[in-house]
């Protein structure tokens, strides 16, 4: 019986992956789905089990199957606790792409994934759901789209998501090459992510600044496209191979010590890309070393010697592990000692500050009820700290919690650590303008 | 197949959502912490103690089994539904409905996750002691079920220790109470501890009446390391006629160590023949550390070669981390394990150990031990794929030379982990055919139709 598919099913889950799984049963505790649903189906042993069933031929992809595939958050929780060293997130995402190749192509992948997020220009045009919901309405989008009504309350919950949107995308705004403060010490290439671009570009701005102040001559090349993580989470993985092609050959030539990015999603991916193309004879050997050069902005500013602002930020604040830096990136002590770095912070730890908040890309979309009950379990944690800021350097968190403190009456401003650094620093410039005679007049 | 206006009617009780049917559904509800599955024909999770007991009258009407389950980290197949039928899953039913702190009793439905249970009365001073490994995977319904006991069960018990009453729903749907919140109760049969790893043959616990302690201040942990095994199971008994009771006294022998360090790294000695990982704990942490240095004293006495005791918080969380990866770390090296649960008295232990290697280098599988040194339980691991028909077939010849060398030994075939199926093949050698015939008497004065996990624990009748 073994086995009867593995020769004409691309990516399918190789045995290794799955044999070993003792079902004993310990990633439920940590599947944020599963925590809710209380539904053996929905918890990573269940995916484990089916994935095995599937490549033994037992059973065939149904459509349950296939939301199964699609409810997990892939926030790694289960990859992490695991002790025998099953990843069932990854088999999750990998049964994605025998979806992809085997079944019809669902909702959304066709326009979203192939059309929307690798063009820079069209995505900026249409940044998903939210610019275009300011010209059409969300619910327009739903129906042209194609996926199901939105409920109400689930319309007025994403119109929480963003804060006020930048009026041009940061690609268009940020110069190519913004040269160091001082003297030069590092020579970084900035990933701009999409969403930091359209939507969080007050971020990614202070990300360039911050660096630039301390010693960094940053290059942002402008035509980056998407680091494939959306495709990735579709299951296209030609797609995401395709992406990382492409960026690659637009940042080695800079010859970068670093890349450094903003995004903890972009970032996981960008690691990845080294794993992604490694039977890829032409680009193995440079996909690997862009992939080791690759760092999230806090792990590359606590690895250098920066100097802390003087500028306060008085504030009570907590910071969420996003899944794509805490576990996928092993990222978890870095943003911490910066925002400690920072004068007037009061530093709070929540309870289970890494378990995930629900969102997922587009969970919110998609499997709206499951991301709300998530969502809540964090809400409650970020209240019990009482803090006024909650920090977080990831895009797709920062929505998500936006959408949590409003849905649930949560009090708190979510913001990316970098913006409180950078605050702090302006603090500090305006203070020595203000104190500086010559610059009066 | 379960009739269409049996499903309707299952529905309207629970809500459409919580009957499951789906071929995913099925599997995901057929199988257990084993090898083994089976699957059910529908699933049905109940909020409450009247929707258990609604689903039952049905269910006993319309003969259709029923196999109630937790979280399905059982290692017997006690909740495997091979009669089909109907899952009742209990994990909805999660609510801790009272904790009284004046009589210092919990009051839980059979859904709870022990692990949540327990941070939540520790959250205030309190103390729920059971411990199995599986605490954060397991509910206090299937702890129950199965009497789970865990490395403290030396200074503390096992689950049964614990449990002053129950509600319960028998299977044609009646709701019985059993005990009360009275310590000191002798009025009529003791069904609680009837109840107590029962492994769901009698009736579905939905309720339980849980005693707490007030929570031990102070811990201690150490590790005392052997060249030779008799040495290590000297210890236990020394450091007991000493006056001191640890709450645990965990042993691991070489192969445990190798296999854990092979993996986790935490420098655990590979070249010794057994570890002890010892705790004292109390509310006095100078007794506690008194007792501590008399423990250590004492092991080194018995020969051990090496005794490190924990310096910090984070060391003593290391050395547990290794005893309780032990379990899943076997399966690293091998596809399947068969995880027996023998319990032998303490005196004994080197024998069996030698004992269990001697059957190991006979049918040439790996077989590791470690197990509750305090109280004589033993988990010796068999390592195999069961893929390769000849190595299940040697398995099998393992286990009943294991079970044969417990009970010759004065002990028994299982101490916490349960019957279900996977032990009944040797029920009779351990407990002989009038006892079997006994209990299958008391299972039909509870469950006449045979409805309720049929064929676990002991033989139908
Ligand atoms: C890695 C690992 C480590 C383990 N360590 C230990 C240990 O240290 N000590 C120990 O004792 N066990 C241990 N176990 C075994 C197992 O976790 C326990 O038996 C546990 O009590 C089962 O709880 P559960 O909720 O998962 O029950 P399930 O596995 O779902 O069910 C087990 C049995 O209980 C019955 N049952 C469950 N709930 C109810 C209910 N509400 N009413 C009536 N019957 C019910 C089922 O029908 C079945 O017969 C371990 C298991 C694993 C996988």
Same mark, same amino acid.
């Given at each position: 019986?073994? !086995? ?6 691309? #990516? ?87 979806? #992809? ?52 309350? !689930? ?29 030069? %010490? ?146 978890? %002590? !870095? ?31 998609? #499997? ?7 969502? @809540?379990? %964090?809400?409650?944690?970020? @209240? ?22 409003? #849905? ?34 | ?16 959502? +919580? ?14 912490? *084993? ?23 049905? &269910? ?91 490395? /403290? ?24 109470? *059993? ?13 609680? $501890? ?61 192969? *445990? ?28 942490? $100078? ?45 690293? /090296? ?17 024998? &069996? ?7 190991? &280098? ?9 197990? +509750? ?19 299940? +077939?040697?398995?099998? $010849? ?40 006994? $209990? ?22």
């Amino acid at each position: 019986m073994a !086995q009867h598919r593995r020769d004409d099913i691309p #990516h399918l889950p190789t045995e290794e992956q799955y044999l070993n799984c003792i079902r004993c049963g310990l990633c439920l505790s940590a599947c944020p789905i599963y925590r809710e649903t209380l539904r053996e189906t929905d918890g990573p042993r269940a995916h484990v089990v089916l994935t095995r069933k599937y490549a033994e031929g037992e059973i065939d992809i149904s459509p349950e199957f296939v939301d199964l595939m699609y409810k997990c958050l892939d926030c790694e929780a289960c990859n992490a606790i695991c002790p025998v060293g099953i990843r069932p997130a990854d088999l999750a995402m990998e049964m994605r792409q025998v979806i #992809h190749k085997t079944q019809p192509q669902p909702w959304l992948k066709k326009p979203i994934f192939h059309g929307y997020f690798p063009h820079p220009l069209i995505q900026e045009l249409s940044v998903l759901p939210l610019l275009l919901y300011q010209r059409l309405g969300l619910q327009a989008l739903a129906r042209k789209l194609g996926i199901l009504k939105l409920l109400p309350r !689930q319309l007025q919950d994403m119109e929480h998501m963003v804060p006020k949107l930048p009026a041009r995308p940061l690609r268009q705004v940020l110069p190519e090459e913004v040269p160091p403060a001082g003297e030069e %010490k590092h020579r970084v290439a900035f990933f701009l992510g999409c969403f930091q671009s359209t939507i969080f570009a007050q971020e990614s701005e202070a990300s360039v600044r911050v660096m630039a102040r301390n010693g960094c001559r940053v290059f942002t090349p402008k035509q980056v496209k998407c680091c494939g993580m959306p495709a990735a989470g579709y299951g296209d993985i030609d797609l995401v191979k395709s992406l990382a092609r492409f960026n690659i050959d637009l940042f080695l030539p800079l010859n970068p010590d670093v890349i450094v990015t903003d995004c903890a999603t972009c970032g996981s991916t960008l690691k990845h890309y080294g794993e992604i193309l490694k039977d890829d004879p032409a680009y193995a050997e440079k996909a690997a070393l862009f992939s080791s050069r690759v760092r999230d902005i806090s792990e590359f500013l606590m690895s250098i010697d920066i100097r802390p602002p003087k500028g306060e930020v008085r504030a009570r604040v907590t910071y969420h592990d996003p899944c794509h830096l805490v576990r996928a990136q092993k990222v978890r %002590k !870095q943003p911490r000692d910066l925002l400690q770095l920072i004068p007037g912070v009061e530093f709070v730890e929540m309870k289970e500050s890494d378990w995930c908040c629900g969102s997922a890309g587009t969970q919110i979309l998609t #499997h709206y009820h499951n991301s709300l009950a998530v969502n @809540r379990r %964090k809400m409650e944690n970020v @209240r019990a700290t009482g803090a006024d800021i909650v920090a977080t350097g990831c895009p797709g968190c920062q929505m998500q919690l936006n959408m949590g403190s409003n #849905h649930y009456n949560v009090n708190v401003r979510v913001v990316h650590p970098i913006q409180l650094l950078e605050e702090a620093y302006r603090r500090e410039e305006a203070e020595i303008a203000a104190d500086d005679p010559s610059t009066g007049d | 197949m379960i009739e269409p206006r049996v499903v309707k009617e299952l529905e309207t009780i629970v809500g459409k959502e +919580h009957v499951l049917s789906s071929p995913e559904d099925l599997i995901a509800y057929s199988y257990d912490s *084993t090898f083994e599955e089976h699957r059910p024909d529908i699933i049905v999770s109940p909020a409450n103690t009247e929707e258990v007991s609604r689903v039952m009258r049905i &269910a006993y009407r319309e003969n259709i089994p029923i196999v109630p389950r937790g979280m399905g980290s059982g290692l017997a197949a006690a909740s495997i539904p091979y009669s089909g039928g109907m899952v009742l899953n209990l994990t909805r039913m999660n609510r801790i409905l009272e904790i009284d702190q004046e009589n210092m009793i919990a009051t839980v439905e059979a859904g709870v996750v022990t692990a949540d249970f327990q941070a939540t009365v520790e959250e205030m001073g309190l103390f729920y002691p059971p411990d199995p490994s599986s605490i954060k995977h397991s509910t206090i319904g299937g702890n129950i079920a199965c009497n789970a006991g865990g490395p /403290r069960c030396l200074k503390y018990g096992v689950t049964s220790d614990y449990v002053l009453g129950l509600t319960a729903v028998l299977p044609n749907g009646d709701i019985i109470k *059993t005990g009360g919140k009275a310590i000191k109760n002798v009025t009529g049969l003791n069904l609680t $501890q009837l109840l107590l790893g029962s492994e769901g043959t009698l009736a579905v616990i939905t309720e339980a009446l849980l005693r707490l302690m007030p929570k031990p201040k102070y811990a201690r942990t150490a590790m005392a390391v052997y060249a030779d095994l008799d040495d290590a199971a000297k210890t236990v008994n020394a450091i007991l006629l000493e006056g001191v009771v640890p709450a645990t006294i965990e042993l691991m022998d070489d192969t *445990t160590i190798n296999t854990i360090e092979e993996y986790l790294h935490l420098g655990l000695p590979t070249d010794a023949a057994a570890i002890l990982i010892i705790e004292t704990d109390g509310s006095d942490e $100078q007794t506690v550390l008194r007792e501590m240095e008399t423990v250590a004293r004492v092991a080194r006495e018995c020969g051990a070669t090496d005794v490190r005791v924990a310096k910090t918080e984070a060391e003593r969380n290391e050395l547990w981390r290794g005893r309780r990866s032990v379990s899943p770390s076997l399966a690293r /090296r091998r596809p399947n394990k068969l995880g027996e649960d023998i319990s032998v008295p303490r005196s004994a232990i080197p024998e &069996a150990i030698r004992r269990i290697k001697a059957i190991s &280098a006979k049918y040439n599988l790996p077989i590791v031990v470690f197990g +509750h040194a305090g109280d004589g339980n033993l988990h010796p691991n068999i390592l195999f794929d069961k893929r390769d028909p000849d190595e299940w +077939h040697r398995v099998e $010849q393992v286990s009943a030379e294991i079970f044969g060398m417990a009970v010759e030994l004065g002990g028994t075939l299982t101490g916490e982990h349960g019957v279900g199926v996977l032990k009944q093949p040797y029920l009779e050698l351990a407990l002989g055919q009038t006892v079997i015939a006994l $209990q299958q008497g008391i299972k039909k004065v509870f469950d006449p139709k045979g409805l309720l996990n049929p064929g676990k624990k002991f033989p139908a009748a």
